[in-house]
């Protein structure tokens, strides 16, 4: 699973590449304008600097899913730099979940704790959407998903709750300015991608 990101804005002209949104290089080596990022050998992301004179990028924020022909671009440019060429991007991070149980925060009667399936396995995570109800799919972003503005979600315990996703809403996904409702998704098969479908 990786990662796109490119925002000209705040970042220039450099496209992110993510393969560990939650590591930290300890070793960077630069090949012309190609920047690897490794951790404990293992390459963790690549930043593509000038990226704008290989191609035309029209993102503001995360790219999930890329392109065939951007793929095919940075994996040769890549390869020319003596890094693994880039796979097809099968995971955007985002995924269909069915809502098991909703029960009361013992806490915050604003917020809500769900169990919901992805098929593989359950989840639990806290929310204070409450537009849905069990049975119902809802869209989540997994552990270690790199969010559209940059930063990434990962799974963390608060008040001895395990929050081990994140529900999503239309504006978190750049779907719409709706930010008071959780996207519901009946009509998708729970524990497919939402994404790459």
Known sequence: MYRL?????TNGDILFLVYEPESYPDRVEQRDD???LYKEDRLIGVNF??????MKIRAD???VTPEDKMVEVLSSMM???GLPSLPPCTDSGYVV???LKIEEHPLNEKLSILTLDIKEK???T???YNNFKEGDHVVIAKDNCLRFDGSAFHARVERNIPIECELCSEKDLRLGEEDKKAIVANELSFGMDFFLR
């Open 122 to 124: 359950t989840l639990t």
């Open 61 to 63: 924020g995360m790219i």
């Open 126 to 128: 806290v929310t204070r």
């Open 49 to 54: 600097l000038h990226i704008g004179k290989i």
């Open 5 to 9: 990101y490119y925002n000209h804005k």
């Open 79 to 81: 390869e020319n730099a």
């Open 34 to 36: 190609i920047v690897a």
């Open 97 to 99: 979940a069915k809502v």
